[in-house]
């Protein structure tokens, strides 16, 4: 098999996934072997060798995200089997803390295009939300609950 894209790979293959149950690592090792070697014998065949060249660095560090992934699935799957533990409040309280998030950095954004006549599509990509002594990057944060709800509405949905 000839193997032209492990950035397509990663996109698309269940196995190349480390947040799925379909996750393979030995495929995986097998696969990049092959196509490190391949690589050295013909390029010709990479469109975006460095765009890929990255990618292969990801597939080499999926172990580690798998290892955090199964972790968290056994976390939330014991957590939410404790008594007093109710799945809904639990989904309500993931999707407050998102709304939260999603108005500090509206407010942050008008206030940074209130203080400025050029909005640099940087500085919002560095914009931090500033609450009580705490400073945090708003796309992380962000990015963070949306991807703890959506790991808990995939858990449920398996299980």
Not at 5 to 28: A, G, H, M, V
Not at 34 to 56: G, P, R
Not at 58 to 79: H, R
Request: charged content about 25%; proline content about 3%.
């Amino acid at each position: 098999m000839k193997i032209t894209s492990i950035r397509k790979l990663l996109f698309n293959e269940k196995s190349f996934n480390p947040f799925s149950d379909n996750y393979n690592p030995e495929q995986i090792q097998l696969i990049l072997k092959e196509y490190l070697k391949s690589e050295k014998e013909d390029t010709s065949q990479i469109k975006d060798k460095e765009s890929d060249i990255d990618a292969v660095r990801i597939a080499v560090q999926t172990p580690v995200f798998n290892y955090y992934y199964k972790e968290l699935y056994e976390y939330m799957k014991k957590t939410l089997s404790e008594p007093g533990i109710n799945v809904i409040n639990v989904i309500q309280y993931l999707i407050a803390i998102v709304n939260h998030d999603t108005k500090m950095i509206e407010m942050s954004i008008n206030k940074m295009i209130q203080s400025t006549n050029q909005l640099r599509l940087e500085e919002m990509a560095m914009l931090k939300i500033d609450e009580k002594n705490f400073k945090s990057n708003a796309v992380n944060s962000y990015e963070l609950q949306t991807d703890l709800l959506n790991l808990l509405l995939n858990s449920l949905a398996l299980h």
